[in-house]
Structure formats: C-alpha cells, structure tokens
C-alpha cells in the first residue's frame, strides 16, 4: 500500500547494493554511537529500525546488550545470520517503530539511523516513534538520530542517478521534494540481470532541526544536542545530523 511504501526499505537494500554501501561505514558509525552517548561496558541498547543488523551485531560483538528490532522479516534474517556468523547474542525481533516489543525503562539508550524518522503518512505516527524511545529508556537513557534534514535534502539537489552493480543489476532512482509536505519523494527502479524490474515509490517526511527539536520536546526529551557529524561536528545545512536527546533523569 502507498502509505505503507516503508515496507519496501528490504527489497531496496538487498536487490539495489544498499547493504554494501551501508555496511562500509558501519564500524565507525556504531563505535561513534556509543562514545557519544558515554554508554559503559554491558549497557542496553535498543536499535530500532536495526535494518540488516550492521550495528547491532557490531555493538552486540563489543559487549552490549543490544535488542534490535525491524519490520521487515527478510532484513531481520539478515542481521541473524550476520550475528550467527560471529557467534553474538543480540536479540532481533520483529516490530514497528509506534510500540516497539520492549519493556517501559528497559534501555540506556535508543538508536534510531539512517534517516528513519518521519516515515509514516500520519505526523501523530511519526510523533509515536520518539514518544516510544521516551517510553523504553530508562530515567537518564539517551536518544540517538542519525538522519537527513529539509536544508540537506534540498541542499543535495533533485533529478535523476542511475548505478550498476557488480552482477549487472541496475539501479535507477528519481528524487523530488514537496515543500508543502516536507516529503522527499523517491522513486527507485531495480533492474535484475534477468530483466526482472523491481519499482517502488518512497515518501519519507523529512523535517527542519527546529521541527526535530519541537517533537523531541513533545516526547519529553530534555538537552538535545545537533551535530553535524559522528565526531560531533557543528551542524550545517549540506550534512546530516546527529541528534543525541536525554530523557529526564526525574521521569
């Protein structure tokens, strides 16, 4: 269904080449999470989406105790193959980012990555996401977004790319932005080597920092920090942005 399109993020990243370009910088991603939020050895950590599991099996492997949790059953098999293949215990489960399988002030901190906030058609749904992360953290945990923003959406330009994969896959994908919406509009197009052709329409909401802030401290969120970067950067209208937010240690 259209308003559904974020189920289509798993036949992306497995037809479309997205698992390796991701998966290159992962390492530095998931050490530079843990650092930034000053989590200590064994904390609990909930990645939600955890996609294919390329943190959460790295942060698993260093000692955490990490829940990952994703819609999408075929990039769920991925991450536990990936975490089998190097003997972690990380549980992955299946969920949805609105009421995520996990009991209230479970977690030290939230992870929430690449760009996977504001996918849903309604703004009440896309509040519930950090109003969950709020729930699931324990008084003092800490929240982390790593995503696209409006002033860098716009500032990449639109159009059209195209790529090819080592096995002749090709991938075409096609961007516009609403500014009425806030939505990028994507359209990626997948062709297979055997001329099977994969289409899908995507129309993630993508907000302005002091939108991001606003629904933060809707969701109760206090000291919200914006970086430009994983070393903490400052913020610019060209980079993503890390935002790391606290939930009250008096909650």
């Known amino acids: 269904m259209q308003h559904e399109w ?11 080449g997205e698992v390796e370009r991701l998966d290159g910088e992962a390492e530095v991603e998931a050490e530079a999470a843990w650092k930034l939020l000053g989590l200590d050895a064994g904390a609990r950590i909930v990645d939600a989406p955890c996609g294919f599991g390329r943190h959460a099996v790295r942060l698993a492997a260093w ?7 994703d819609v999408d059953p075929a990039l769920l098999d991925e991450a536990r193959r990936r975490a089998a293949a190097v003997g972690v215990d990380a549980v992955l489960d299946e969920g949805d980012l609105r009421s995520l399988p996990v009991p209230d002030a479970w977690a030290d901190a939230v992870l929430n990555l690449a760009s996977s906030v504001g ?62 919406e806030g939505r990028l509009l994507q359209q990626f197009t997948i ?5 099977e052709r994969l289409e899908r329409h995507l129309r993630p909401r993508r907000y302005a920092l002091t939108e991001l802030a606003s629904l933060l401290a809707a969701s109760g969120f206090v000291d919200v920090e914006f970086h430009g970067g994983w070393r903490g950067e400052p913020v610019t209208v060209t980079d993503r942005v890390v935002v790391v937010a606290t939930k009250s240690s008096t909650a």
Do not use: C, K
Request: avoid cysteine; hydrophobic fraction near 40%; glycine fraction near 12%.
């Open 6 to 16: 974020w189920r289509s993020f798993g036949e992306i990243y497995l037809r479309g």
């Open 63 to 69: 000692g955490f105790e990490v829940r990952g949790i």
């Open 119 to 180: 996918l849903f058609a309604s703004e009440d749904d896309n509040a519930a996401v950090f109003d969950e992360a709020y729930r699931v953290l324990r008084p003092g945990g800490r929240l982390l977004v790593e995503t696209s923003h409006r002033d860098s959406v716009v500032a990449a330009g639109f159009g059209s790319s195209w790529s090819e994969r080592p096995d002749g896959t090709l991938v075409l994908q096609r961007r516009h932005f609403d500014p009425v």
């Open 191 to 195: 062709v297979g080597p055997d001329g």
